[in-house]
Every structure is written in structure tokens, then in C-alpha cells.
């Protein structure tokens, strides 16, 4: 019989899921090949197959089902094999999960990342599937242990969790309510991410804009909160360019926009989510603003910083939605003319407060709003992204395009996409900042010419 510490070495992991799922797959890389784990290219020639999930919407649920259905045929053929389900759904679908797949070894919570490795051990040696979603929101001392998947650029939590229970959102459930990270370990992980050439750094939060409210439970003391943040991050030397995500527009001040302003390195792009154009709408979702508060504020960021690209996130058919709610949020659209939207239909979510309200519009009512409502936004970003062409504009080399044909594609600083044509050495302009001549426009990216 094989020595149960030398069996199972290869590890396959597949995220779904927000920047914040993508870091949590780089500390569980972290754990794993700390005890001697290695990454596997295909699920097919690996030991350990493990899924890191999304609870968000209904999509990224069943994405999940049909990938387990994936391994457990690898299962089939290799009996050896352990599946792992950690993240988001893990730890809201725990009983699901176990009582649907039988084939599933073990499930582990957002909070239990770094015991991974032990379960492992133990799942071989007791041979019994392991479920652990154990909430442990004591420290942040393990929390900048992880293995970046590129070298350049890095996604860096500043605080976990969220407070504001919007009423279609889980996060809250599964990720628990907002703690900050201590900024002297922020700046201190920031300064070794350059000195390890990592030129471009994403600050992460379910809830970046109330970062520090955590620290000082009186109201008579001066948070040391986002905007300061940004300040101290911003004077690190060698550190190009900063991003962050993700923005409530309630937590959304004058302090932070005038630290994007006055910081050259702070990216001019804002993910701002509206969710929705309708008062009554907004108030069902528990959003704590109103349509109003909310162009006050993206007029606010345009008046300081014109050039400053704004995207956003709208839900459609949301419980109680009309038909006149929804064209509110057409106008809506209309008048603030968004870089870019990501755009849903309402997925029910078990355990938030919006899966009791009464639904009486139609599915196919609800595909017709949404076909509109992504005509006009693809109709608003392609005309945004026209502005551009015939520029020569500073490109961060991400990697190769997806259109192939030997294209290198990478960001502009407002985080559009272009794609373009590299040298015969092109691997080696990755990770580089470069100059493109940005040649035509599409909606969703842009194409160009390496300028030398």
C-alpha cells in the first residue's frame, strides 16, 4: 500500500466567481503546494479536484452542479480520486451538496481555505467525506498567504465580508459581516508585492468604501478609512497603477473621489452597481439610496474627473418590478451613459429576504426587458469606446489575446480591453506597459497597433 503522505500529490482547481473567488483559489494554490501539493493542467491527470464557488446567481450554481457531474465521471474511472467543494456555495449549500452528490469527499467554507491540506490527509485516512464551513473571523494573519497567478499584478483584500444585506444578495451569509484589514498590513504586503514586480494592484471588498468603519465602533473618532487608504498605497514607489472593486455608491464620498483625482496612479475607472432606476425598486433591494443620490454622485466623479470611466451592474425583473420601473432604469441608462454594464436577471437566491416577495411578471417578460436594456448599453459602450480610436494610449500586456492569430491583449487604464498585434518575441512584452495605437472599437474591447 502506498504511503498516505506521498499519494494524491496533483491538484486541478476550478473558480467561479468574482476577483474575490480568484483570490481565494490563489491561497488555496498556497496552502496545497505549501504541503507539497502540485498544480495539474486538466482534471483529467489529477489527484484532487477541487471547485471554488460562487453563490451570487442561479448560473454560477448550476455551473457548479455540471462540473461535478465532470469529475464525478473521472471519478468513475479513478475511484481514487477526491473531490473538493470549497467557496461561496459550499458554504450555503453545504447539506445540498452532500445529500445530491455522494461523490463530493469533502466540503469547506470561505473560512477554512487553510485547512484544506489537513482534510485532505484526513479524508484518505478515515475514508469519510468531511464537511467544514466553520465561521473563524478572528485574525487576518494568514490572509496574504497565497500564490499569485501572475507575476505583475496581484488582487489584494482589504476587508472581508459585508454589512449592507441587500435583499438578493448571499455574500452576507457566507462570507459574514465587513472586517478591515489592519492598513500597516496592507501597505507592508502592497511594498513586497513590488518588490516582487508586481506593477498593478486591485484592492478588494465586497464593500471597498466603507473599509475602516470597523476600527472605531464610536461615532466621535476619526476613521482611518478608504480615501487615507488610497493615499498611503498610492506613495509606495514602483507601484503603477491601483484598481479597486467593488463600490457602494451609499459609502461613495468626496474623500475618495478627490484621492482617485489627486493620485496618478489610482486607475480613473469606478465599478459603481445602480442595480436598478426605480426609487421603489431600489427600496425593495435594500440598496439605502435613491436614483437621485445616485447621479448626484456619478456627476460628481464626472465634474472632477472627466476622463474618469464609470461601469455598473443592473438587475433586471427583480420581485415587484413593472414594466414602468424598468423603463426608469432605461432612462437612467440613457442619461448617465455607462462605460460599461454587466447586466442580470434577477436570480432567486434561498435565505435572502427578496426570495419571499411575490414574482407575477413572466420569464419571457423578463428576456424582453433584458434584450433591451443590453441593446441600448451595447449601443452606449461601443459609442464610448469610438472616443478612443486613432489615440495612442499606455497598455498594461496581460497576456495572449483570445482572438489569436498571435494578438498580445491587455488594459487601458480604464480597464477596456485591447487587443493587438505583437512582436515575434511577444511573450516577452507580458507583464510590460507599452504604447497602442488604438486602430478600431468594438463593444466589449478595443484593437490596435503596437506603437515602438
Known amino acids: 500500500m502506498k504511503d498516505i503522505k506521498t499519494e494524491r500529490k496533483r491538484y486541478y482547481i476550478k473558480t467561479f466567481g468574482c476577483q474575490m473567488n480568484e483570490f481565494d483559489s490563489e491561497r488555496i494554490c498556497y496552502f496545497l503546494e505549501s504541503a507539497g501539493f502540485k498544480r495539474a493542467i486538466s482534471y483529467s491527470s489529477a489527484d484532487i479536484l477541487i471547485i471554488n464557488t460562487c453563490a451570487v446567481r442561479e448560473k454560477a ?4 452542479y455540471g462540473h461535478i457531474g465532470n469529475f464525478k465521471a473521472v471519478k468513475l474511472q479513478k475511484p481514487e480520486v477526491l473531490i473538493c467543494i470549497g467557496g461561496c456555495a459550499a458554504q450555503s449549500l453545504k447539506e445540498k451538496i452532500l445529500n445530491s452528490f455522494p461523490c463530493v469527499d469533502i466540503v469547506f467554507g470561505t473560512q477554512n481555505i487553510e485547512k484544506l491540506p489537513d482534510l485532505i490527509s484526513q479524508r484518505l485516512k478515515f475514508k469519510k467525506s468531511i464537511c467544514i464551513t466553520d465561521e473563524d473571523f478572528d485574525s487576518h494573519e494568514k490572509l496574504y498567504l497565497f500564490k499569485r497567478d501572475q507575476k505583475f499584478k496581484a488582487f489584494l483584500p482589504v476587508m472581508v465580508g459585508c454589512n449592507n444585506f441587500c435583499s438578493y444578495c448571499i455574500v452576507p451569509y457566507v462570507r459574514g459581516r465587513e472586517r478591515s484589514v489592519n492598513p500597516q498590513q496592507i501597505i507592508q504586503e502592497v511594498k513586497n508585492l513590488v518588490r516582487g514586480g508586481v506593477a498593478e494592484v486591485t484592492l478588494l471588498g465586497q464593500n471597498v468604501n466603507s473599509y475602516g468603519k470597523d476600527f472605531y465602533p464610536t461615532r466621535n473618532s476619526k476613521n482611518y478609512d478608504f480615501a487615507a487608504l488610497l493615499n498611503d498605497v498610492s506613495a509606495i514607489k514602483g507601484l503603477k497603477r491601483i484598481r479597486f472593486m467593488t463600490s457602494h455608491p451609499k459609502d461613495l464620498n468626496k474623500d475618495i473621489v478627490s484621492a482617485i483625482k489627486q493620485n496618478s496612479n489610482v486607475m480613473k475607472h ?9 426609487n421603489k425598486v431600489l427600496k425593495l433591494m435594500n440598496r439605502k439610496y435613491t436614483k437621485e443620490i445616485y447621479a448626484e454622485k456619478y456627476f460628481y466623479i464626472k465634474e472632477q474627473i472627466p476622463d474618469c470611466s464609470i461601469t455598473t451592474d443592473i438587475i433586471v425583473g427583480f420581485p415587484g418590478e413593472e414594466e414602468k420601473d424598468f423603463n426608469e432604469t432605461l432612462d437612467l441608462v440613457k442619461s448617465l451613459r455607462f462605460h460599461r454594464a454587466f447586466t442580470f436577471i434577477y436570480s432567486e437566491r434561498s435565505g435572502t429576504s427578496a426570495a419571499k416577495l411575490i414574482d407575477a411578471v413572466s420569464k419571457e417578460e423578463k428576456k424582453l ?5 443590453v441593446e441600448l448599453q451595447n449601443k452606449i459602450s461601443y459609442e464610448e469606446n469610438l472616443k478612443v480610436v486613432g489615440k495612442k494610449i499606455e497598455v498594461l500586456v496581460e497576456g495572449y489575446s483570445k482572438k489569436g492569430l498571435g494578438q498580445l491583449a491587455g488594459r487601458l487604464e480604464n480597464n477596456t480591453i485591447v487587443n493587438f498585434e505583437g512582436f515575434k518575441k511577444s511573450a516577452n512584452l ?3 506597459f507599452v504604447n497602442v495605437e488604438i486602430k478600431d472599437a468594438e463593444v466589449f474591447y478595443l484593437t490596435g497597433r503596437l506603437k515602438e
Open 270 to 278: 469606478i465599478h459603481l452597481p445602480v442595480q436598478a432606476g426605480s
Open 369 to 373: 426587458w433584458f434584450r433591451k436594456l
Open 430 to 432: 507580458i507583464g510590460r
Open 61 to 64: 450554481e448550476n455551473r457548479l
